[in-house]
């Protein structure tokens, strides 16, 4: 399984965001996806993960502004981030679960700034 997260970039605040994670390889063993993000000299953070069935979970700092989803046929997790702060200017990393292993993508930077 490789996993390619794409959609960073430079956001004024208050705007909005679309996080885009394709997996390819064996797409239906993948179970768990979600995102974590890394903010320079803080330790990499949960921000949304989601079960193949569809259940989520948020982490408090993106509850009520992000949403995690998916596409189990495309192998494919989303997340869209809206009403975005400089705080969450961070390094964005999908990750995925299976039973042997555990994937993450390269990561993409989403700065938000004025």
């Known amino acids: 399984v490789q996993l390619q997260a794409s959609g960073g970039g430079l956001v004024q605040p208050g705007g909005s965001l679309r996080l885009s994670c394709a997996a390819s390889?064996?797409?239906?063993?993948?179970?768990?996806m979600g995102w974590y993000r890394q903010a320079p000299g803080n330790q990499c953070e949960l921000v949304a993960h989601?079960?193949?069935?569809?259940?989520?979970t948020y982490a408090d700092s993106a509850k009520g502004r992000f949403t995690i989803s998916r596409d189990n046929a495309k192998g494919t997790v989303y997340l869209q981030m809206n009403s975005l702060k400089p705080e969450d200017t961070a390094v964005y990393y999908c990750?995925?679960?299976?039973?042997?292993?555990?994937?993450w993508g390269q990561g993409t930077l989403v700065t938000v700034s004025s």
């Open positions: 390889g064996s797409i239906f063993s993948i179970g768990l």
């Open positions: 990750r995925g679960v299976t039973i042997s292993f555990d994937y």
């Open positions: 989601i079960t193949r069935a569809g259940t989520s």
